[in-house]
């Protein structure tokens, strides 16, 4: 089973006067779509060009690299962006293990081989911090620094447990998320009146709105991820240790948890930011697991002061 991404440029969402964090004018235009050859299969990405470092933005589980365009295009006056879109370019069963976080990992460096981005700037949220964490420290990318937005790095007895999609507390609920909308209105309301979306930035929702559905088969939006895939990923996160790879990660990195993640009592982001030889934590108040979605001029904020600090 393939999901359906629009990657295709739509106007009315990425047309905005907009600035950046300095208050500079930002251009107008969003970002060329585009996909890359690794060898056994094809990753989709957005790309923001300039002449900057290579900057990698790495999404989290169910989501896309959409949700990095109020934040990516503030910073595409001093980075060359690249988000890639990892939830269908490989085949995978949540029954079967899912999609282990180890080859998400070893496909974004091979990702970054094919395009030649060398020391990357980097920045990944949940699922993507933890594997843009095991790329590095498992396959040597020399990152230049790392922001790590709530990265899912699990108790360590954890990995040595056997589940069932069913019994995993995320997968177990992606599986049998709603997937069947009349339009957006519909998609809109209905999104507003979950927990987890109603303190998102309106850009934002209007973004996954846009390009987190497509049209379904038998009429209306269903979801871009299928949550067949999301399920897979979710259960592929259990597959790796990532503990044992944070002190091999050398470059300078920055932890960032939400106030009222949550994840708390779950995962230790200090500790796992004192994990790092070269890490930082931060608390990010008022807000929750989905810190870029409900925060994302802060984090724009943020990522640029962290990158930029000698």
């Known amino acids: 089973m393939r999901t359906k991404f629009r990657m295709s440029m739509c106007r009315s969402a990425v047309r905005r006067k907009s600035l950046n964090d300095k208050g500079r004018p930002m251009a107008e235009t969003g970002p060329v779509q585009a996909a890359v050859d690794i060898g056994d299969s094809i990753i989709s990405y957005l790309h923001y060009g300039g002449e900057g470092e290579p900057l990698i933005m790495l999404h989290a589980t169910g989501f896309n690299p959409w949700l990095w365009h109020p934040i990516a295009r503030g910073l595409s006056d001093t980075y060359q962006i690249f988000c890639p879109y990892f939830c269908d370019h490989r085949e995978t069963d949540p029954e079967k293990g899912g999609f282990n976080w180890l080859l998400l990992a070893e496909d974004l460096a091979k990702f970054c081989g094919e395009l030649g981005l060398s020391s990357p700037y980097m920045v990944g949220h949940s699922m993507g911090g933890a594997v843009i964490t095991l790329a590095e420290g498992k396959f040597s990318l020399n990152a230049g620094k790392m922001v790590l937005i709530e990265p899912i790095f699990l108790p360590q007895d954890f990995y040595s447990i056997e589940m069932r999609v069913e019994d995993h507390p995320l997968a177990g609920k992606s599986i049998k998320r709603r997937n069947q909308w009349r339009d957006q209105d519909e998609a809109q309301a ?102 870029p979605m409900e925060k994302p001029e802060l984090i724009l904020s943020i990522i640029r002061s962290f990158f930029a600090a000698k």
């Not at 929702?205 to 299928?226: K, P, R």
């Not at 990532?242 to 993640?261: A, D, I, K, M």
Request: charged share 25%.
């Open 190 to 291: 209905y999104l507003r009146s979950k927990p987890l979306f109603k303190d998102w930035d309106d850009e934002m929702l209007e973004l996954y709105i846009q390009y987190g559905m497509v049209g379904s088969d038998s009429g209306g939006l269903e979801l871009a991820c299928h949550p067949h895939r999301e399920a897979a990923l979710f259960m592929g996160g259990m597959g790796y240790d990532p503990w044992p790879v944070l002190p091999s990660v050398q470059c300078p990195v920055l932890v960032l948890e939400g106030e009222h993640t949550e994840n708390r009592g779950i995962i230790d982001f200090q500790k796992a930011a004192e994990r790092f030889p070269n890490g930082s934590y931060q608390l990010v108040e008022d807000a929750g697991h989905l810190i």
